[in-house]
């Protein structure tokens, strides 16, 4: 692609040379002889001097003029500078304003959540979301990067669907030509004829929920990537779990370590991620979470007691992974409280062969799986149990007439993901334009 200027990235590549740059002046500062401006393009930040005995005095002047956002284009000589952000700096010799911005709404001072949100698509342009996205991106490429080099197929799962996956209370109903559709919930029912025909098959796209959550753990839309392997049993499907949260670290350890930095991230709690991850099963975990001295540790949190038989609440996960120096698999649940398709424990058809995997530091659970039902009529008569109306099914009961064989998968909610290795408080911060309960603004 031709261009006529550089990147900040690239700056290392022309030190000593005269190039052109282009952005938006994020800060600017003044020292009578000498002005600072510092551009932003996308790919870094890079300080600009002009010197008042160097530069046109026009030039020297406009630049105390330029409102911050402004795009501008400015040209000079590369020198490195390891006191400057990014280590380089640019002498101007020439600079245009390509628009000159209006006043920016957002300035260097503290901002509440809600104003910062209601200006979501200005506050993007700031360091710490800007360093929380970057991250996110390097994780969803991550996550493709695994599969692809497991030669897993990706496979495009629709967004309108003619049935529930999670459960009917959560669905976004809509017309759809005269019937009813829903906004999906998960791509796994699609999936899994997809592994029946490729063996290997994961999507990542666009989810819904309609919760009406107001917690730092929920959205109403956020992005999940899921994989469903066909002959993968239960012990296999904890194993590519483990190994999949450990790529996905590790890649964000490696490449995204800059940002982490400036998010202050505490990144040895993250270098110890790895197989194998410590394992629990359902009713282990319940022991832990009803003995006085967690009962007491809720209670003075003002937490809800914990019930066996429950699913688990958040100050539940964070109690189960405290002090753990990796993400925590609780296995065997009871089938009663988990998805409808779920495949049953052959020494206990009470329990489910189902593993939520929770990341430490309080973060909960970012992995759900299972194996699945591959007989038929079990399967029907769990349809039936959900009340779920069979004829919306029946695609899906196919599958297990066809050659039908265990397999299983998982799904792990990106922004779960990204909120955790980011170490930030809240998922909103984890998606570029956050839809909760009260926002669908910007």
Same mark, same amino acid.
């Given at each position: 692609?031709? @261009?006529?200027?550089?990147?900040?990235?690239?700056? #290392?590549?022309?030190? +000593?040379?005269?190039?052109?740059?282009?952005?938006?002046?994020? *800060?600017?500062?003044?020292?009578?002889?000498?002005?600072?401006?510092?551009?932003?393009?996308?790919?870094?930040?890079?300080?600009?001097?002009?010197?008042?005995?160097?530069?046109?005095?026009?030039?020297?002047?406009?630049? /105390?003029?330029?409102?911050?956002?402004?795009?501008?284009?400015?040209?000079?000589?590369?020198?490195?500078?390891?006191?400057?952000? +990014?280590?380089?700096?640019?002498?101007?010799?020439?600079?245009?304003?390509? $628009?000159?911005?209006?006043?920016?709404?957002?300035?260097?001072?503290?901002?509440?959540? !809600?104003?910062?949100?209601? $200006?979501? $698509?200005?506050?993007?342009?700031?360091?710490?979301?800007?360093?929380?996205?970057?991250?996110?991106?390097?994780?969803?490429?991550?996550?493709?990067?695994?599969? $692809?080099?497991?030669?897993?197929?990706?496979?495009?799962?629709?967004?309108?669907?003619?049935?529930?996956?999670?459960?009917?209370?959560?669905?976004? !109903?809509?017309?759809?030509?005269?019937?009813?559709?829903?906004?999906?919930?998960?791509?796994?029912?699609?999936?899994?004829?997809?592994? =029946?025909?490729?063996? *290997?098959?994961?999507?990542? #796209?666009?989810?819904? @929920?309609?919760?009406?959550?107001?917690?730092?753990? &929920?959205?109403?839309?956020?992005? =999940?990537?899921?994989?469903?392997?066909?002959?993968?049993?239960?012990?296999?499907?904890?194993?590519?779990?483990?190994?999949?949260?450990?790529?996905?670290?590790?890649?964000?350890?490696?490449?995204?370590?800059?940002?982490?930095?400036?998010?202050?991230?505490?990144?040895?709690?993250? !270098?110890?991620?790895?197989?194998?991850?410590?394992?629990?099963?359902?009713?282990?975990?319940?022991?832990?979470?009803?003995?006085? !001295?967690?009962?007491?540790?809720?209670?003075?949190?003002?937490?809800?007691?914990?019930?066996?038989?429950?699913?688990?609440?958040?100050?539940?996960?964070?109690?189960?992974?405290? +002090?753990?120096?990796?993400?925590?698999?609780?296995?065997?649940?009871?089938?009663?409280?988990?998805?409808?398709? =779920?495949?049953?424990?052959?020494?206990?058809?009470?329990?489910?062969?189902?593993? /939520?995997?929770?990341?430490?530091?309080?973060?909960?659970?970012?992995?759900?799986?299972?194996?699945?039902? &591959? /007989?038929?009529?079990?399967?029907?008569? *769990?349809? @039936?149990?959900?009340?779920?109306?069979?004829?919306?099914?029946?695609?899906?009961?196919?599958?297990?007439?066809? +050659?039908?064989?265990? &397999?299983? #998968?998982?799904? =792990? #909610?990106?922004?779960?993901?990204?909120?955790?290795?980011?170490?930030?408080? &809240?998922?909103?911060?984890?998606?570029?334009?956050?839809?909760?309960?009260? @926002?669908?603004?910007?």
């Amino acid at each position: 692609m031709a @261009r006529d200027f550089v990147y900040v990235e690239e700056l #290392g590549e022309h030190v +000593g040379e005269r190039v052109t740059l282009k952005g938006w002046l994020c *800060r600017k500062r003044s020292s009578g002889k000498v002005k600072f401006l510092v551009l932003r393009d996308g790919t870094g930040i890079l300080q600009c001097v002009a010197f008042v005995r160097d530069t046109p005095a026009d030039l020297f002047e406009s630049c /105390d003029r330029i409102p911050l956002e402004s795009s501008i284009a400015v040209a000079g000589r590369v020198r490195r500078d390891d006191r400057a952000p +990014g280590g380089f700096e640019l002498g101007i010799e020439d600079l245009r304003v390509i $628009h000159e911005a209006a006043e920016f709404p957002i300035q260097p001072k503290e901002h509440g959540v !809600e104003f910062l949100f209601d $200006h979501r $698509h200005l506050h993007l342009r700031s360091r710490t979301p800007h360093a929380i996205l970057r991250v996110r991106s390097e994780v969803v490429r991550a996550c493709r990067d695994f599969f $692809h080099e497991r030669r897993f197929v990706l496979i495009d799962s629709p967004v309108l669907t003619p049935a529930a996956c999670e459960g009917t209370t959560t669905l976004f !109903e809509t017309d759809y030509f005269g019937k009813k559709a829903y906004l999906t919930q998960s791509g796994q029912l699609y999936l899994e004829p997809a592994c =029946m025909a490729f063996g *290997r098959v994961y999507c990542m #796209g666009p989810t819904f @929920r309609a919760e009406k959550s107001k917690t730092r753990r &929920h959205l109403t839309e956020f992005w =999940m990537v899921e994989p469903e392997v066909a002959f993968l049993e239960f012990p296999g499907l904890l194993e590519l779990a483990e190994e999949f949260v450990s790529y996905v670290v590790a890649r964000a350890l490696d490449r995204c370590r800059e940002d982490l930095k400036h998010l202050e991230r505490d990144t040895a709690k993250l !270098e110890s991620v790895r197989p194998p991850f410590p394992r629990l099963a359902y009713d282990e975990a319940a022991r832990i979470l009803t003995t006085p !001295e967690s009962q007491a540790r809720m209670a003075a949190a003002g937490a809800p007691p914990f019930v066996r038989g429950n699913d688990f609440g958040a100050f539940d996960e964070t109690l189960l992974t405290e +002090g753990a120096d990796r993400p925590v698999m609780v296995t065997h649940w009871p089938a009663a409280i988990k998805a409808f398709y =779920m495949q049953p424990d052959a020494a206990d058809p009470g329990r489910a062969l189902c593993v /939520d995997v929770l990341a430490p530091e309080g973060y909960g659970e970012i992995i759900g799986g299972s194996e699945r039902i &591959h /007989d038929h009529d079990l399967l029907l008569s *769990r349809i @039936r149990e959900h009340g779920l109306p069979v004829e919306a099914f029946q695609w899906y009961l196919d599958i297990r007439k066809y +050659g039908t064989v265990p &397999h299983s #998968g998982f799904g =792990m #909610g990106v922004e779960r993901c990204v909120t955790w290795i980011s170490g930030v408080p &809240h998922l909103r911060d984890a998606i570029p334009y956050p839809r909760q309960i009260h @926002r669908l603004y910007p």
